[in-house]
């Protein structure tokens, strides 16, 4: 069966024009490590890994000639690695029949080790937890069938650009992506490193600020990047960014294994050197129209890439008498070939914003960078200075 990629997919497949293999290549995968403590039934797992893909219709799709191809059934096996060798990342080769890898490690006799690997291309964070949680629940026991498959997705999401591009060229149209504002050069350096930005206590001031200006994290979050950059732009009245949002707006889909996500261009006003309401309002509409007037990415321009993701990992997956928890997560693995500034903000189960910080070096180098974070308007030094 042959189905229309998504957006995702299309914008993804998009970046091996300019850098091969990128995002067809065997790290760009989500990942996760799983703590299970109690007794294990493997074969049970192993069983349950199988109607886990027997179920959905994505775990047996490749892409081939820019199409989804969903096979009626593909060979999976669970997979039984050393506790000592790395598990959190593990390739997971994109023209593999199943884009999904499950990894068992034995610590003794009532603890395992469960890891489950993920092409990209195929996935979000949300489908990473869903997967776990129902791979989780057909240990326990038979599950009804699945409300929606990731190809109906496709199809539907195809229908409704094409309902709305009429409306989504007026809007783009309307959006400055001239005199963009950018950072003076600086030489190629690239760099890749996750700190802490923002404490548990710095976190709860951003809620605060977000509920008191109409907000959401991310766009507040934003907003406050773009000031923190403010005194390396140099002339321009626009500043562009991008991210990946989630479109999950019916019930089917929530929790739908499947990369349900539209890249974003943004392009902010100039921002001001402190940041205020009316700023964050302004952003906040922006991110609202590229939203809702989604199409093929409208430019080449490269940008900063900005993304948050609360800590939405499941907690206490029951494996019948025995429990897992997740220990360890991550996204596609570094292999040195960052370009543009991508900062991916993750809030912690300690309430803690960390932050994968990666880039080439040029215009915003990794000392830049670093200057960006430690000047966030909420940091304890610099609360006052946010209205």
Request: glycine share 6%.
């Given at each position: ?51 886990l ?8 799709t ?36 199943s ?34 949680a129902?791979?989780a629940?057909?240990y ?39 005199d ?6 600086t ?6 490193l ?6 548990a ?39 562009l ?25 943004m ?11 009316d ?22 321009v ?47 189960a ?15 180098s ?22």
């Amino acid at each position: 069966m042959r189905k229309p990629l998504a957006v995702w997919q299309r914008f993804a497949l998009g970046f091996d024009a300019d850098e091969p293999g990128w995002s067809t290549g065997p790290w760009f995968t989500m990942n996760a490590v799983v703590d299970v403590r109690g007794p294990l039934d493997v074969r049970r797992l192993e069983q349950a890994y199988r109607q886990l893909v027997d179920r959905n219709a994505l775990l047996r799709t490749r892409i081939e000639d820019d199409t989804q191809v969903i096979r009626p059934e593909v060979p999976v096996e669970l997979e039984l690695a050393d506790a000592s060798a790395e598990l959190l990342h593990a390739p997971v080769e994109f023209t593999a029949l199943s884009p999904l890898r499950v990894r068992l490690a034995k610590v003794d006799k009532d603890r395992h080790l469960l890891c489950v690997h993920i092409h990209h291309m195929m996935a979000d964070p949300v489908t990473l937890w869903a997967l776990l949680a129902e791979l989780a629940a057909l240990y326990r026991g038979p599950l009804p069938a699945p409300m929606a498959q990731f190809w109906q997705y496709a199809e539907d999401q195809a229908r409704l650009l094409e309902d709305g591009r009429t409306a989504a060229e007026a809007w783009w149209r309307r959006v400055a992506f001239t005199d963009l504002a950018v950072p003076s050069p600086t030489p190629e350096a690239g760099f890749a490193l996750r700190q802490r930005v923002l404490t548990a206590d710095e976190v709860t001031e951003v809620e605060r600020f977000s509920r008191k200006n109409r907000s959401t994290m991310f766009v507040s979050l934003l907003a406050g990047i773009a000031c923190a950059m403010q005194p390396y732009l140099g002339p321009g009245d626009n500043v562009l960014f991008n991210t990946l949002l989630s479109r999950r707006n019916r019930i089917e889909w929530r929790a739908m294994p499947g990369p349900c996500t539209v890249p974003a261009f943004m392009p902010l006003p100039r921002p001001p050197a402190t940041l205020t309401g009316d700023y964050v309002a302004v952003v906040r509409d922006v991110v609202l129209g590229a939203q809702q007037n989604v199409m093929d990415p409208p430019t080449n321009v490269p940008c900063p890439f900005i993304e948050y993701l609360p800590d939405s990992r499941p907690q206490d997956l029951s494996f019948g008498a025995a429990t897992g928890s997740v220990v360890d997560a991550a996204g596609p693995r570094d292999i040195g070939r960052a370009h543009a500034l991508g900062i991916r903000a993750r809030r912690t189960a300690d309430g803690e914003l960390f932050a994968h910080l990666s880039g080439d070096g040029i215009g915003w180098s990794k000392e830049r960078t670093s200057a960006v974070c430690a000047t966030l308007p909420w940091r304890v030094d610099r609360v006052s200075e946010v209205s």
